[in-house]
Nanobody, 130 residues
């Protein structure tokens, strides 16, 4: 059974950086496009970034563009989200999620809607505060 496990969350001061990891087990990363989402208290889940399995193309929400970078290491079966210039409004629980290749052909671009993702991790909390 495929599983996605996030790690790397924590507390950081404004302007700081964190790197989140999403490790895939039970399958290979090659077969999935991976997205990062976040949900702040009282707010809807927001899609913030995606990396596409076929060509490593990347997408970013405007709220994180220029500050966050998504990447993948096939050898480690891991997707990363490097977060820089963090702001208090980045405080949220961050989730990685996956779209199997068989589903991706039907996903409208940009692939940042939670409803298009089939598999989800348990989340990791990020708090940005002074």
């Amino acid at each position: 059974q495929v599983q996605f496990v996030e790690s790397g969350g924590g507390s950081v001061q404004p302007g700081g950086s964190l790197r989140l990891s999403c490790v895939v087990s039970g399958s290979t990363l090659d077969y999935y496009s991976i997205g990062w989402f976040r949900q702040a208290p009282g707010k809807e889940r927001e899609g913030i970034s995606c990396i596409v399995s076929s060509n490593d193309g990347t997408y970013y929400a405007d709220s994180v563009k220029g500050r966050f970078t998504i990447s993948r290491d096939h050898a480690k079966n891991t997707v990363y989200l490097q977060m820089s210039s963090l702001r208090p409004e980045d405080t949220a629980v961050y989730y990685c999620a996956a779209i199997p290749d068989s589903d991706y052909v039907n996903v409208p671009l940009p692939p940042l809607s939670q409803y298009d993702y089939r598999y989800w991790g348990q989340g990791t909390r990020v708090t940005v505060s002074s």
